[in-house]
């Protein structure tokens, strides 16, 4: 079992930066893929970056490439992802997960936290 809990959301102006922070806790998370997705209203829910459990590999969707950078530190139980630039079209609320599946897909996260909003405004 793995606990996920998201913080760092809140609101900024088109341009700036966030840092969302996802900290885990339960067994076994420095084997677990780490992905955030997001859903923004009246939306359905997207994959925005994933990160392997060394940290070695990295997926990003292509509408956040270039702008965010997704880390993770093991021995603090915790991923990072840094979001600059930032877009109205940013505004959502960003989700962690964990799979040992494959990273870009959302079926495969067996868990999840409870979300953090980001909104962006123009």
């Known amino acids: 079992q793995v606990q996920l809990a998201e913080s760092g959301g809140g609101l900024v102006q088109a341009g700036g930066s966030l840092r969302l922070s996802c900290a885990a806790s339960?067994?076994?998370?420095?084997?677990?893929?780490i992905g955030w997705f997001r859903q923004a209203p009246g939306k359905e829910r997207e994959f925005v970056a994933a990160?392997?459990?060394?940290?070695?590999?990295?997926y990003y969707a292509d509408s956040v490439k270039g702008r965010f950078t997704i880390s993770r530190d093991n021995a603090k139980n915790t991923v990072l992802l840094q979001m600059n630039s930032l877009k109205p079209e940013d505004t959502a609320v960003y989700y962690c997960?964990?799979?040992?599946?494959?990273?870009?897909?959302?079926?495969?996260?067996?868990?999840w936290g409870q979300g953090t909003q980001v909104t962006v405004s123009s």
């Open positions: 997960a964990a799979t040992n599946s494959r990273p870009t897909y959302e079926s495969g996260y067996d868990y």
């Open positions: 339960g067994r076994t998370f420095s084997y677990y893929y």
């Open positions: 990160i392997s459990w060394s940290g070695g590999s990295t």
